[in-house]
C-alpha cells in the first residue's frame, strides 16, 4: 500500500511538471557520461511507466459528488471544509480507538494549515483527497488532562483561526473570553479526554504543544489521507456547512 501511494504521489509530481509553461531563455550543452546513476534513473522509470496509465485511472475515479464548494476561508473560527474533516477524522478515530481499547474518542482536533486545498462543486475524485492531504500524517489518539485542555482553548484563542474541530466540542468566544463544552458539558477536572489529531501535531507540530506529553497515546497507523477517501467513497453527496459548535458572540 506504501508503495503504491508513493507511486500515486509520484504521479502527481509529474502531472504538476507537464501543466508548467516554460519560458526558454538560455541554451547550453554539456556531455553528460552514461554510467551506472543514469542507467539506475533508467531502470526506475522503466519500472514506473508500466503504472502510468492504471494510476492515472485510479487518482481520476469519482468517489463522491460536492453540491457547493467547501473551503477553509467561508467562515470565522470554524470552515464547512474543516468541520467535514474534522468530522470524518473523529469517526475513524473513534471506530479504531474503541475497537482495540473499548473506550470513546471525545473529541478530534486539527490545523487550518493542515488543509491544503479546497474541494470545489462537481464530482470528488481520489486525486482531491491527495490535494487535501498530501502528507504521510496518521491518526493518533492523546489523553489529555483538563489542564491541557485549557492549553488547548487558549491556542486556539492566540491563534483565531478556523482550526478543525469536531461537532462533539463546542467553543463560545465572547468579547475576547473563550470557554469550551464537550458534548454539551463543561471540562470535568476529574477525568481525562481522549482527542484525536495527526501525529505531526501529536509531536507538538504547529506549536501545538500541548499535545507533546499526554497521560497516553494510542498510534493508529491509519493515515488520514485514507480516512478521507474512505469517508468520500462512503458518501453520494458531501454536505458540510457552518454549525454551532463555535459561536462568537461579540
Not at 483527497?129 to 483538563?146: C, D, G, H, Q, S
Not at 464537550?182 to 501529536?202: C, E, H
Request: with cysteine.
Amino acid at each position: 500500500m506504501k508503495k503504491y501511494f508513493s507511486f500515486l504521489s509520484l504521479l502527481f509530481l509529474l502531472i504538476s511538471c507537464q501543466n508548467r509553461t516554460l519560458t526558454n531563455t538560455k541554451v547550453t550543452a554539456k556531455t553528460t557520461q552514461i554510467d551506472s546513476i543514469t542507467q539506475q534513473d533508467s531502470l526506475v522509470i522503466k519500472e514506473f511507466l508500466p503504472y502510468k496509465s492504471k494510476m492515472i485511472e485510479e487518482v481520476n475515479k469519482v468517489l463522491s459528488y460536492a453540491p457547493k464548494n467547501l473551503i477553509r476561508t467561508d467562515g470565522k473560527l470554524q470552515s464547512s471544509l474543516g468541520n467535514l474533516l474534522a468530522d470524518l477524522t473523529f469517526e475513524k478515530a473513534n471506530e479504531l480507538f474503541q475497537k482495540e481499547t473499548g473506550k470513546k474518542v471525545d473529541f478530534s482536533m486539527s490545523n487550518y494549515g493542515g488543509i491544503r486545498a479546497g474541494i470545489w462543486k462537481g464530482d470528488v475524485k481520489v486525486m482531491h483527497a491527495f490535494n487535501l492531504m498530501p502528507f504521510e500524517n496518521t491518526i493518533v489518539i492523546v489523553e489529555l488532562t483538563a489542564e491541557k485542555l485549557e492549553e488547548l482553548l487558549e491556542y486556539f484563542a492566540v491563534k483565531n483561526q478556523a482550526h478543525p474541530i469536531s461537532k462533539q466540542l463546542q467553543i463560545v468566544a465572547n468579547k475576547g473570553f473563550y470557554t469550551l463544552k464537550i458534548n454539551g458539558k463543561p471540562i470535568d477536572y476529574n477525568r481525562t479526554y481522549f482527542v484525536a489529531t495527526s501525529n505531526y501535531l501529536q509531536k507538538g507540530g504547529d506549536g501545538m504543544n500541548f499535545f507533546a506529553q499526554p497521560e497516553s497515546l494510542y498510534e493508529s497507523n491509519f493515515l488520514i489521507r485514507d480516512a478521507i477517501v474512505e469517508h468520500f467513497k462512503s458518501k453520494d453527496t458531501l454536505v458540510s456547512s457552518l454549525d454551532k459548535r463555535v459561536i462568537i458572540q461579540e
